[in-house]
């Protein structure tokens, strides 16, 4: 086994053990004590360095997790001020990277929604021309999104075409954010797909019927590997795409848009698969697979679409 293969391990493990200890309240800070929220700046910043694929591991065990923090737009956001004049980065960079400040990201052209956007201190814009700041930031213009049902990561929407703004990025720096934003938001529906597999597996071992465990069944048994086989490719290619975003391969745009569009389109419908094997307790609203089914529909919707990524696919591809 490779040597990263190792530290990406001993990482997954570390993070797993502590979102166990810490539960799904927790905040932005407890994990920018860990340094995750300053996976994509470098170190003479105060971050640990541009590490998209330890971003990748990192969301991926917050979606186990149900982790409901604003962890996405905080460390998309200190990123996209790494690169900001000089003084609007002193000025809020270190809140960002400490996790006394929060952060909320989002695509022009796509729908305006941000992870807790009625407690975020700061929005940033990822356009074709570039890194917005919005300043003024004006919290009557955002309203509760009603269309998505996350209950652990409430979701809000605003009016972004209104809002007075700064540009502090360049057009390049925008669009390799926003790809990164793509992959934590698909590495984050694995996670909750990867979950949502576990406890079905740990369930149907145990649930007997006709005098024999539900997952002897064979039907059963290829229906569970179709899910595990799901689980593996998705985080395969979203893995793929997180090292050539680290390499800056030329491949990077097409790979990043073509793992969104994959997740995007078949995680939800893998942990509703998961929920139509559980039985009658699948279908009970309080049970935790409905909370990794919420969380895998917001995904999908948060940072674009499958729809979006395609037609991206199919722009840098020259289709």
Same mark, same amino acid.
């Given at each position: 086994m490779a040597d990263e293969d190792v530290d990406l391990d001993l990482l997954r493990a570390s993070a797993r053990e502590f979102l166990a200890?810490?539960?799904?309240?927790?905040?932005?800070?407890?994990?920018?004590?860990? +340094?995750? =929220?300053?996976?994509?700046?470098?170190?003479?910043?105060?971050?640990?360095?541009?590490?998209? @694929?330890? $971003?990748?591991? @990192?969301?991926?065990?917050?979606?186990?997790?149900?982790d409901?923090?604003?962890?996405?737009?905080?460390?998309?956001?200190?990123a996209a001020l790494a690169s900001a004049p000089g003084d609007l980065r002193q000025q809020l960079l270190p809140g960002l990277l400490a996790g006394t400040a929060t952060a909320g990201v989002a695509i022009v052209g796509e729908p305006a929604r941000i992870i807790r956007g009625d407690q975020a201190d700061i929005v940033l814009l990822l356009g074709s021309n570039g890194i917005h700041l919005l300043r003024d930031l004006d919290r009557d213009r955002f309203?509760?999104?009603?269309?998505?049902?996350?209950? =652990?990561?409430?979701?809000?929407?605003?009016?972004?075409k209104a809002a007075p703004s700064a540009v502090i990025g360049s057009v390049?720096?925008?669009?390799?954010?926003?790809?990164?934003?793509?992959? &934590?938001?698909?590495? +984050?529906s694995v996670g909750a797909v990867s979950m949502a597999l576990e406890r079905l597996t740990a369930y149907l071992k145990e649930r007997i019927a006709?005098? $024999?465990? %539900?997952?002897?069944?064979?039907?059963?048994?290829?229906?569970? @590997?179709? &899910?595990?086989?799901?689980?593996?490719?998705?985080?395969?290619?979203?893995?793929?795409?997180a090292r050539a975003i680290a390499a800056a391969e030329e491949r990077a745009p097409l790979l990043t848009a073509a793992a969104h569009a994959f997740v995007a389109a078949k995680a939800a419908?893998?942990?509703?698969?998961?929920?139509?094997?559980?039985?009658? %307790?699948?279908? =009970?609203?309080?049970?935790?697979?409905?909370?990794?089914?919420?969380?895998?529909? =917001?995904?999908?919707?948060? %940072?674009?679409?499958?729809?979006?990524?395609? $037609?991206? @696919?199919?722009?840098?591809?020259?289709?």
């Open positions: 200890e810490r539960g799904e309240r927790g905040t932005v800070k407890d994990l920018a004590e860990m +340094d995750w =929220t300053g996976l994509l700046v470098d170190e003479v910043m105060g971050g640990t360095g541009w590490r998209p @694929v330890e $971003a990748c591991v @990192v969301a991926e065990e917050l979606g186990r997790a149900q409901g923090s604003a962890w996405l737009g905080t460390t998309i956001g200190a309203e509760l999104d009603s269309d998505l049902l996350d209950v =652990t990561r409430t979701v809000w929407r605003f009016d972004a390049e720096r925008a669009d390799e954010l926003a790809a990164v934003a793509r992959l &934590l938001v698909a590495a +984050d006709f005098g $024999a465990p %539900i997952a002897s069944f064979q039907a059963i048994q290829h229906r569970l @590997v179709e &899910l595990l086989v799901f689980e593996v490719k998705a985080r395969a290619v979203v893995m793929r795409a419908a893998a942990v509703d698969e998961c929920m139509q094997l559980s039985g009658g %307790i699948g279908f =009970t609203w309080e049970y935790p697979l409905h909370y990794e089914l919420r969380r895998a529909f =917001t995904n999908g919707h948060l %940072i674009g679409t499958a729809r979006s990524s395609r $037609a991206l @696919v199919a722009e840098v591809s020259g289709w």
